[in-house]
C-alpha cells in the first residue's frame, strides 16, 4: 500500500501561520491524498490539537519526547532508536554511502534522506542496493531536489521498490513535490482518483500566505500559467482534441484552458479568441492587421496581452478600417 507523508509543516517554525491556517493546511492536504502529515513540535503546539480527520507525525529531538507528546501516529527522530512508531532518519549525500545501512538493518522503520547525486549514476542499481541492504526495515524514501528530479525519483521509488515516500507541497523542504508525486500516481497507476485536486489553487494561496513566497507559474500541476497556451497550432490543437497537450483536465486540479495572446500567437489563436470574447471576426486581411500589431506591441512591451487590451486593439483596428 503506497503511503505518502508529507512533511512541510516541520518547515514552518521561523514563521508560524496562526491556529486557523495551520489546522486549514491540514485538512486541504488531507483532501488531496496525503496519507500522514508530518508536524514539527512548535507547529503542534500552535495547533493546541490535531485535527479529527488526518493521520499525523511528530518530528522530534530525542525518543523520549514521544512520552511527552502521545497520540501519534509515528514519530520521526534522527537518533537511531528501534521503539515502535518510531521511524529513524538517516542522511546519506552519497550514493557511495549506501553501505552504511547494513548496519541499520535493525530499524524496524527507516527514513532515507538525501541521495542528491542519485540521478548522476545508475539510480536503479541504487535504489535495488537500499532495498537488499534493509531486507527487515520499512523504507521510507525522501530524495533532495539539488538536481531538479526528486519527484520522478519519489514516483519511481513507489512504483518498483517501496510503498513510502516523503514529500513536501511545492517542493518547499527541497524534496520531491507533494502534488506532482500524487499527480503523477493518479495517471500512472490510478491511486487516489476520487481525491478532491481542486482545491489546490486555495492550498497554494495558503502556502504563499504562511511562506511569504511566490510559487512559479510555471510549477507543474500548481502553475497558474500552465494551462495557458498562445502559439496558434497549440491553441487549435487543444480546441480539437485536449489529450494533444494536455495530459489531465485542467479542472480536475482547478485550473481551465487559456488562450493568450502574444508575440508567438498565430492568425488562428486570434481568431479563436475574438471568438472566445464574442467578438465579431473580419476578413483575414484585417485578422493579419490584428496579428502584425499584436506582435509589435507585445515584442515592444515584452508580455503578452491581456484580455481586456486585445480586445481594445482589435476594436482600434476595425474602427480605422471603418474609417
Keep these: 500500500m503506497i503511503r505518502i507523508i508529507d512533511n512541510t509543516l516541520t518547515g514552518f517554525d521561523g514563521r508560524l501561520p496562526s491556529k486557523g491556517e495551520l489546522h486549514l493546511f491540514c485538512k486541504l492536504l ?5 496519507d500522514m502529515i508530518e508536524l514539527s513540535i512548535a507547529a503542534y503546539e500552535r495547533m493546541e490539537e490535531l485535527p479529527e480527520e488526518g493521520n499525523y507525525v511528530l518530528h522530534i529531538n530525542f525518543a ?34 549506501i553501505v552504511r545501512l547494513r548496519t541499520l538493518n535493525n530499524c524496524k522503520e527507516l527514513r532515507i534522506t538525501g541521495l542528491d547525486d542519485i540521478m548522476c549514476g545508475a539510480y536503479e542499481k541504487t535504489m535495488n542496493e537500499i532495498k537488499k541492504s534493509l531486507p527487515n526495515s520499512k523504507i521510507n524514501f525522501c530524495p533532495e531536489n539539488t538536481y531538479c528530479c526528486a519527484s520522478a525519483l519519489a514516483v ?6 517501496g510503498s513510502d515516500v516523503t514529500t513536501s507541497f511545492a517542493g518547499y523542504k527541497n524534496n520531491a513535490a507533494t ?9 500512472a497507476v490510478r491511486h487516489k482518483p476520487n481525491r478532491d485536486l481542486t482545491v489546490l489553487p486555495e492550498l497554494a494561496q495558503l502556502f504563499e500566505k504562511i511562506t511569504g513566497t511566490r510559487i512559479s507559474n510555471k510549477k507543474p500541476v500548481i502553475g497558474k500559467n500552465i494551462f495557458k497556451v498562445e502559439a496558434g497550432i497549440h491553441a487549435d490543437g487543444i480546441r480539437k482534441n485536449p489529450a494533444t497537450y494536455e ?18 500567437s498565430g492568425m488562428k489563436a486570434v481568431k479563436l479568441k475574438m471568438e472566445e470574447l464574442k467578438l465579431v471576426v473580419p476578413e483575414d486581411a484585417v485578422v493579419e492587421k490584428i496579428l502584425n500589431l499584436v506582435k509589435e506591441v507585445c ?20 474602427a480605422d478600417e471603418g474609417k
Design 299 to 318: 515584442t515592444e512591451n515584452g508580455t503578452s496581452l491581456e484580455d481586456g487590451e486585445f480586445e481594445k486593439l482589435v476594436l482600434e483596428v476595425i
Design 247 to 264: 495530459a489531465y483536465e485542467p479542472g480536475c486540479v482547478g485550473g481551465r484552458s487559456e488562450i493568450v495572446i502574444g508575440k508567438h
Design 64 to 97: 523520549e519526547e514521544m512520552d511527552l507528546y502521545p497520540g501519534f501516529l509515528r514519530y520521526t527522530c534522527h537518533y537511531e532508536n528501534n521503539q515502535d512508531k518510531m521511524i529513524h532518519e538517516i542522511q546519506i549525500n552519497d550514493v557511495r554511502e
Design 156 to 161: 519511481q521509488w513507489l512504483l518498483n521498490y
Design 30 to 34: 488531507t483532501i488531496i491524498g496525503v
Design 179 to 187: 502534488e506532482e508525486v500524487i499527480m503523477a500516481l493518479r495517471l
